[in-house]
T-cell receptor, first 114, second 115 residues
Framework: QKEVEQNSGPLSVPEGAIASLNCTYS??????FFWYRQYSGKSPELIMF????GDKEDGRFTAQLNKASQYVSLLIRDSQPSDSATYLC??????????????FGKGTKLSVIP | ETGVTQTPRHLVMGMTNKKSLKCEQH?????MYWYKQSAKKPLELMFV???????ENNSVPSRFSPECPNSSHLFLHLHTLQPEDSALYLC??????????????FGPGTRLTVL
């Protein structure tokens, strides 16, 4: 059973602080890693993807990948109340015949306190 | 219309009803997906279509029947559902389903309630 684990939270941070969201995965063959944001009652929207070890920055968001430790994280700098949402980690898992499936974690609920 | 659209947005049905969910993508993608999202559970992949061919069926009960007439449209036909099937059903699309590099774009979902 290929799994993606996240702390369910809620993770509460004050406005302006750095929010750190973590994710571990079990399939060593995974190559693509995604962070989705899901507001309550809405569908997931892609905010970051990372394929290589190291850091990838996009505005206030930084994704970090460590394949040796099977660990991927998302940092949100200068957190804003509008960042309050559930963050889903998704990892591609090989399902055979050249196909990959995205396996999602349960998500971490982030609350940014004004 | 842009992105991925789904209709209806809300659906209440009895256990003996037959209904269908519709998804349409306007992104020129070749792969489409059905997911189920229940409370306190991760997104569950149900079906994958790549270039109109079904490539994945994740042990979904036969009371859920997908149909993909072309790369832009995807349906989920529902019949004799159970109350535990109540959930948010999400459609997604991506450029293709083969290979490790792809990003999925989600529709707004259909909130299904089975009475």
């Amino acid at each position: 059973q290929k799994e993606v684990e996240q702390n369910s939270g809620p993770l509460s941070v004050p406005e302006g602080a750095i929010a750190s969201l973590n994710c571990t995965y079990s399939d060593r063959g995974s190559q693509s890693f995604f962070w989705y944001r899901q507001y309550s009652g809405k569908s997931p929207e892609l905010i970051m993807f990372i394929y290589s070890n190291g850091d990838k920055e996009d505005g206030r968001f930084t994704a970090q990948l460590n394949k040796a430790s099977q660990y991927v994280s998302l940092l949100i700098r200068d957190s804003q109340p509008s960042d309050s949402a559930t963050y889903l980690c998704a990892v591609d898992v090989y399902s055979g015949a050249g196909s990959y499936q995205l396996t999602f974690g349960k998500g971490t609920k982030l609350s940014v306190i004004p | 219309e842009t992105g991925v659209t789904q209709t209806p947005r809300h659906l209440v049905m009895g256990m003996t009803n037959k209904k269908s969910l519709k998804c349409e993508q306007h992104l020129g993608h070749n792969a489409m997906y059905w997911y189920k999202q229940s409370a306190k559970k991760p997104l569950e992949l149900m079906f994958v279509y790549n270039f109109k061919e079904q490539t994945e069926n994740n042990s979904v009960p036969s009371r859920f029947s997908p149909e993909c007439p072309n790369s832009s449209h995807l349906f989920l036909h529902l019949h004799t559902l159970q109350p535990e099937d109540s959930a948010l059903y999400l459609c997604a699309s991506s450029p293709e389903a083969r290979g490790a590099l792809y990003e999925q774009f989600f529709g707004p979902g259909t909130r299904l309630t089975v009475l």
